[in-house]
């Protein structure tokens, strides 16, 4: 499915915005669903993949829960679904997956913008498409750590920020007090534990906000059983 080019819609992510890390997009009045169901592609102009969407059928005109799904360093966005696969379908979750313009998230690299500009783009065409109650955000290490990111700055547009083995979270500035569920393997060789979520979990705390933090027994990943308790997690802001 191809895209709108980011150059359509100057007005509604401004070039200062987008440094900040801030999203335009808004779910607007419900909306009669006039996409695909199934697994979605959003193509460029040039036929470069921006974002993979799973769908879940029947699109009865009931809303989805959109989940914004960030692939780790060097991932796709075939990876970040499959994190969610598994639930999508129970629990009616609409799942969006963008591609990083580089091979990791531009705040690791150049700073906010290639990246809020696209994921900016790809919401849009989702909320014009399909029926959204509701909207949270989540990824896996490199996508963890800018999912906390995002999700902190846009906390007035995410309810819920789903962090599986982050690194650091670096928003520059906040807005809402979103839930955030923070999960992180015991023996992670490649983010250590101590320094990154035993750290990051009280400092997110004393700031307020309400986390629920899951510790398990393994590496850098992310256990279905995990996942499944992320899930049932989310039901009360649902």
């Known amino acids: 499915m191809p895209i709108t080019p980011e150059t359509a819609r100057p007005h509604e992510q401004p070039e200062e915005n987008s440094r900040h890390g801030r ?27 921006v974002a993979q969407a799973y769908v879940p059928a029947p699109a009865d005109g009931c809303p989805y829960r959109l989940a914004l799904l960030l692939h780790g360093a060097g991932g796709s966005p075939r990876q970040a ?10 629990q009616r979750l609409l799942l969006v997956a963008p591609q990083s313009a580089a091979a990791t998230w531009d705040m690791i690299g ?19 498409g399909y029926p959204i109650a509701g909207m949270l955000i989540g990824g896996f290490s490199d996508g963890a750590s800018y999912a906390l990111s995002i999700g902190l700055i846009n906390g007035d547009v995410f ?7 982050p690194g650091f979270a670096a928003p520059l500035i906040t807005h809402g007090t979103p839930r955030v569920y923070i999960s992180h393997g015991t023996a992670d060789r490649v983010l250590p534990i101590d320094r ?5 979990v ?21 256990p279905e059983a995990t996942v499944r308790r992320a899930v049932a997690w989310l039901e009360p802001a649902a």
Do not use: K, N, W
């Open 202 to 222: 009280p400092r997110l705390q004393t700031l307020g906000y309400d986390v629920t933090y899951d510790e398990f027994d393994g590496g850098h990943d992310v």
């Open 196 to 200: 990154c979520s035993r750290t990051l």
């Open 23 to 49: 999203l335009s997009v808004r779910p607007g009045p419900p909306v009669a669903a006039t996409g695909r169901t199934g697994l979605v592609s959003f193509d460029a102009p040039d036929g470069e993949l």
């Open 81 to 90: 679904l499959e994190l969610m696969l598994p639930v999508a379908d129970d």
């Open 159 to 165: 309810d819920a920020v789903l962090a599986f083995s």
């Open 110 to 128: 150049v700073g906010f913008g290639p990246d809020v500009r696209r994921i900016d783009r790809v919401l849009q065409e989702i909320v014009t």
